[in-house]
């Protein structure tokens, strides 16, 4: 799955590449794609025709275009292989390409879905009066967007009774930090995945919040300096961010900080990576 800096990269390229411009007329070549937009295909393609699109936003690792002078937007779900390609009109058709939107504009360019395993898609929206899509209203903002409140989520988290890296993949609490991104900045602060939140002192959340801020920041520049093209591209984990991780994917490789052989643990379906001398485990409850 793309986490928040894969898909602010793709939101900056929508910006550049397709905000502002007319929506000519959409194909949409595979149903599958369109599924989330419950009227369907040929709906879904009348309702684009001719509008505007808007500034590109996102709020934790969901994606959408409003469209100008309707309360509706297209929100983008990249599922785990989701592409948006901005290509020559000319371009070959992607052996995936699932929904091709051409503009009423001289660029040459068209905006393409790709998606191998279509689990993504594209669906229409009405917008709720914050201008964010229905669907996202219990999500909660991610933290990198300015007004996200860092006293209201350390008072949240405690009251949550969980463990700390589930509720740093809890959306409702804290938007737009997955697997990888938990697993670098619980290594950075030094916690363990299974810490309770009731253990937490607001400090210790502060502090949290410094690293998961600084991982995706650091994540962001090193996929802005491979983003200066007409390539819009997101690709699942793998990708920039590879080589700067101290955590995800390095077990038995040396703790950077220590020394000790990192660990990995299965965990809700995926797998945690630690240190298991920097981030002690939490003592079982008697
Ligand atoms: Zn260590």
Same mark, same amino acid.
């Given at each position: 799955m793309p986490e928040l800096p894969e898909v602010e990269v793709v939101r900056r390229g929508l910006q550049s590449w397709v905000s502002g411009r007319t929506i000519a007329d959409v194909q949409v070549l595979h149903p599958r794609a369109i599924r %989330?937009?419950?009227?369907?295909a040929q709906d879904f393609a009348a309702r684009l025709t001719g509008r505007t699109v808007g500034d590109a936003c996102r709020r934790g690792k969901y994606l959408w275009l409003p469209l100008a002078d309707t309360d509706t937007s297209i929100l983008g779900h990249l599922g785990m292989s989701g592409q948006l390609l901005v290509q020559p009109q000319d371009a070959d058709d992607e052996k995936h390409l699932r929904i091709r939107i051409r503009f009423a @504009?001289? $660029?040459?360019t068209e905006l393409r879905f790709v998606d191998q395993r279509t689990f993504g898609g594209l669906s229409l929206h009405e917008n709720a009066p914050?201008? $964010?899509?229905?669907?996202? &209203?219990h999500i909660a903002r991610d933290p990198? @967007? !300015? $007004?996200?409140d860092d006293a209201t989520f350390h008072t949240a988290l405690r009251a949550r009774r969980t463990t700390v890296k589930r509720a740093l993949l809890d959306q409702s609490l804290? &938007?737009?930090?997955?697997n990888i991104y938990a697993d670098e900045a619980l290594w950075r602060a030094r916690?363990?995945? *299974? +810490?309770?939140?009731?253990?937490?002192?607001r400090p210790r959340s502060v502090e949290l919040l410094r690293h998961v801020r600084e991982v995706m920041t650091a994540a962001l520049a090193v996929g802005g300096t491979t983003f200066d093209s007409l390539y819009v591209n997101v690709n699942g984990e793998?990708?920039?961010f590879d080589r700067s $991780? @101290?955590?995800?994917?390095? *077990? @038995?490789? !040396? /703790? +950077? %900080? /220590?020394g000790t052989a990192m660990r990995r643990r299965p965990w809700m379906n995926r797998s945690s990576y630690f240190c298991p001398r920097c981030q002690r485990a939490p003592r079982p409850v008697a």
């Amino acid at each position: 799955m793309p986490e928040l800096p894969e898909v602010e990269v793709v939101r900056r390229g929508l910006q550049s590449w397709v905000s502002g411009r007319t929506i000519a007329d959409v194909q949409v070549l595979h149903p599958r794609a369109i599924r %989330r937009h419950l009227p369907g295909a040929q709906d879904f393609a009348a309702r684009l025709t001719g509008r505007t699109v808007g500034d590109a936003c996102r709020r934790g690792k969901y994606l959408w275009l409003p469209l100008a002078d309707t309360d509706t937007s297209i929100l983008g779900h990249l599922g785990m292989s989701g592409q948006l390609l901005v290509q020559p009109q000319d371009a070959d058709d992607e052996k995936h390409l699932r929904i091709r939107i051409r503009f009423a @504009d001289p $660029l040459g360019t068209e905006l393409r879905f790709v998606d191998q395993r279509t689990f993504g898609g594209l669906s229409l929206h009405e917008n709720a009066p914050d201008g $964010l899509p229905d669907v996202l &209203s219990h999500i909660a903002r991610d933290p990198l @967007d !300015p $007004l996200f409140d860092d006293a209201t989520f350390h008072t949240a988290l405690r009251a949550r009774r969980t463990t700390v890296k589930r509720a740093l993949l809890d959306q409702s609490l804290i &938007s737009g930090v997955g697997n990888i991104y938990a697993d670098e900045a619980l290594w950075r602060a030094r916690l363990h995945y *299974e +810490r309770p939140t009731t253990t937490l002192t607001r400090p210790r959340s502060v502090e949290l919040l410094r690293h998961v801020r600084e991982v995706m920041t650091a994540a962001l520049a090193v996929g802005g300096t491979t983003f200066d093209s007409l390539y819009v591209n997101v690709n699942g984990e793998s990708g920039y961010f590879d080589r700067s $991780l @101290d955590a995800y994917g390095r *077990e @038995d490789e !040396p /703790c +950077r %900080r /220590c020394g000790t052989a990192m660990r990995r643990r299965p965990w809700m379906n995926r797998s945690s990576y630690f240190c298991p001398r920097c981030q002690r485990a939490p003592r079982p409850v008697a």
